[in-house]
């Protein structure tokens, strides 16, 4: 992680903890959104005028997990079941903060059902037309992963994350490896995982990163707001880290 990236994460979390809305508004992007612990989602310019609570205060003592993707940079951290994620951009300006993600599993499991064995979106079609080949073939690498999921072959899903993924949801906070394990016995058990599907979706295209703003609607439950970073490695696009809070103010609905 270049020093760049952590003198300006510092520098944003201690204007959040001293509630400096000025100092914080500075460093966010013009395309900005904060997802809160209850799924409530914010622009920048809600942010600046109202400036949200920081879950894990000043973060003192916590110690982030941070990867650089060329221009493109996350920042994990969690304390007592609180997630943090912290996506930045390199502009023409400096480092951006594009999105800051919470997650929370502190409160009750949101409502669930059974799933599905097949199901087209996301794995096969999504309501988003790509703008770019970049796009194009990162929705096609992350559509692939889906199917993996769907039709349980762990290897295959392994070939599109990187080494150093990691899902966070109310429910699980699961690395590569524990991902895989999952997949490895909804294959044994011959379990019903269709992947919930894609509602809307926002993509921003940097040199060998894309990040995914986008919101997903179980097939039985509340929908949910998820952040995701891709990374492209030896031309291949790798899904990098995905954080998803449950809409608690989103009706459920079954599909």
């Not at 003198?7 to 460093?27: C, E, H, K, S």
């Not at 879950?55 to 994990?76: D, F, Q, R």
């Not at 499991?109 to 970049?134: F, L, M, S, T």
Request: glycine share 6%; proline share 6%; with cysteine.
């Amino acid at each position: 992680m270049s020093e760049d990236v952590l003198r300006t994460d510092g520098a944003l979390v201690a204007a959040l903890a001293n509630g400096d809305a000025r100092a914080a508004a500075a460093w966010l992007d013009d395309e900005f959104t904060w997802v809160d612990c209850n799924g409530r989602i914010l622009d920048k310019a809600q942010a600046a005028s109202a400036l949200p609570k920081p879950p894990l205060g000043g973060e003192t003592g916590l110690e982030p997990v941070g990867h650089h993707y060329g221009e493109v940079a996350s920042m994990a951290v969690d304390c007592d079941k609180v997630f943090v994620l912290r996506i930045w951009v390199k502009r023409a300006t400096g480092w951006r903060l594009l999105a800051y993600h919470e997650v929370s599993q502190n409160g009750p499991a949101a409502p669930h059902g059974p799933g599905r064995k097949e199901w087209d979106n996301p794995c096969h079609v999504i309501p988003y037309q790509p703008r770019n080949a970049d796009e194009r073939d990162c929705l096609a690498a992350w559509q692939r992963l889906e199917v993996a999921v769907m039709q349980h072959e762990p290897e295959i899903w392994a070939q599109h994350v990187a080494d150093e993924f990691m899902v966070v949801g109310a429910a699980r906070r699961h690395s590569k490896a524990d991902r895989k394990a999952v997949i490895e016995q909804q294959m044994r058990n011959d379990a019903n995982s269709a992947p919930a599907p894609l509602l809307s979706a926002r993509l921003f295209g940097f040199k060998d990163a894309m990040v995914m703003t986008c919101e997903h609607q179980p097939f039985h439950g509340k929908a949910a707001r998820v952040s995701r970073v891709f990374v492209k490695r030896g031309g291949r696009w790798l899904m990098a880290v995905s954080f998803q809070t449950t809409r608690q103010d989103a009706p459920v609905k079954t599909i």
